[in-house]
Structure formats: structure tokens, C-alpha cells
């Protein structure tokens, strides 16, 4: 579990004890107590299983794929993967590859919902870009509706790898992977998907501009997860 889980429950059970000892009964504390549950429990950080094949982008979050599209960028042509994160997900954030980091960007903004396709341009969110594997995949956690902070535990220079834990975002939120262009998308929207260990994509030979040949031949075999070992974030 997340530390944030135990600070916001605990609390609460204290708030609830102390409703008890002022009113000497549990009517009023079943509030505070239904709340802590709920925090205990929205802050769960489960252990994932970890593709560990070469080229293999996976989901920085849990949630549902809402949209597929290709983008131009100051870099030329990239695919956009949006990824929709309810109240009721592992709000959890992991690294989609492993690589360096290029570039991590705040940026200030709105709180619109994290369904309008507006708010990966309007709203606070945190941009990060990966250079590993041969290509730069950058993903971004945007703030929903209900988010009100985002989470994100390196700096550029830091090195991640695949599927390790790098931040959150409290509360309904959002979060985007932006992948080249050749990559190979493995999800559609409607397709939910689990942080970590979800494929969304598998990048292509012409991002691998320093790979080896024969590097990209997944099978399915291949993609067969590594059990992660388990870190707190």
C-alpha cells in the first residue's frame, strides 16, 4: 500500500474514535470508518507481473483505453494512447519502457473531466519522456476532475525500468503514452488495462536505430511476464 493510504486511514480511524469517546456511540463514527476503508483500500499498490521481451511498451497505469490516435509533434508523427483512471483503479504509475529520463515537464492547468479529450492539453499534468530501447516513448499523468495532486518520484538523468512504480495521481485522472509512430499498437479503446503488465505496444525495427537484428522477434513465449520484486513507490 501506498504511504498516503495509511496516512489519510489512520486519520480517519482516529476522527472515528474520537466521535465514539464525544457522543459515546458508534452512529456518528461510521462515517469516518467507511472513509478510512475507502482510502485503505484506494491506495492498494498489488505486485504486477512484468513482460520482460525487448521492445515491449507497457501501460503506465491501470484503467480503460478511451482513445487510439495518431498526433503530429515538433518530432513528426507519434501515436497517442489515452487511458481513463476511475476512482475505482490503482492509481499506481509505472514506467511504459526502460530507459533514462529525457525530460520531465509540470505543467500547470485546469481540472476538466479526464474524459474530455481537451484535457491532455488544458489540464495540470506531468510530462515524461523515456530514451531507451532504441526509441523515446513519453507518457503523461494529467489530472482529472477529482485529482487534485500529482505524484512523480525521479528526475531527469534518473534511469527506471520497465513496469517500476515512479509516481501517482490521486483520484480520478488520466494518463497518455505517446509511442513512434512504427510501433505496433496491441490495444484498442474499450480494452481495460492494468499497470505494469498490460502490452500496449511493441516498437518497431525502424525505432530501433541501435538494436541488434533479430531483436524484435516476440513470440508469445517471449512475452511471457518476469513476477517484479516488490518496492514501495
Do not use: C
Request: proline letters at 6%; hydrophobic letters at 45%.
Amino acid at each position: 500500500m501506498v504511504r498516503d493510504g495509511y496516512i489519510y486511514g489512520l486519520s480517519l480511524l482516529v476522527v472515528a474514535a474520537a466521535v465514539v469517546w464525544l457522543t459515546h456511540g458508534w452512529a456518528w463514527a461510521i462515517i469516518p470508518v467507511l472513509l478510512a476503508a475507502f482510502f485503505l483500500w484506494f491506495f492498494r499498490d498489488p505486485q504486477r507481473a512484468i513482460p520482460s521481451a525487448p521492445g515491449l511498451v507497457v501501460s503506465p497505469g491501470d484503467g480503460l483505453v478511451t482513445e487510439t490516435v495518431r498526433i503530429q509533434t515538433p518530432q513528426g508523427e507519434r501515436q497517442r494512447i489515452s487511458i481513463f483512471l476511475s476512482v475505482f483503479d490503482v492509481h499506481i504509475n509505472r514506467a511504459p519502457i526502460a530507459g533514462v529520463l529525457s525530460q520531465v515537464r509540470y505543467q500547470r492547468g485546469k481540472y476538466l473531466n479526464a474524459m474530455n479529450p481537451a484535457s491532455a492539453v488544458e489540464n495540470e499534468q506531468n510530462s515524461v519522456t523515456i530514451r531507451g530501447e532504441g526509441a523515446e516513448v513519453t507518457f503523461k499523468q494529467i489530472a482529472g476532475l477529482l485529482a487534485r495532486r500529482i505524484v512523480f518520484n525521479y528526475s531527469e538523468g534518473d534511469r527506471v525500468e520497465r513496469g517500476q512504480r515512479v509516481g501517482l495521481i490521486k483520484f480520478g485522472s488520466r494518463v497518455d503514452v505517446v509511442v513512434p509512430a512504427e510501433a505496433e499498437l496491441q490495444v484498442k479503446p474499450g480494452v481495460r488495462v492494468k499497470g505494469g503488465s498490460s502490452v500496449l505496444a511493441i516498437l518497431m525495427e525502424g525505432a530501433y536505430a541501435v538494436a541488434p537484428a533479430g531483436v524484435l522477434d516476440v513470440t508469445a513465449a517471449a512475452i511471457e511476464p518476469d513476477l517484479e520484486p516488490e518496492e514501495g513507490i
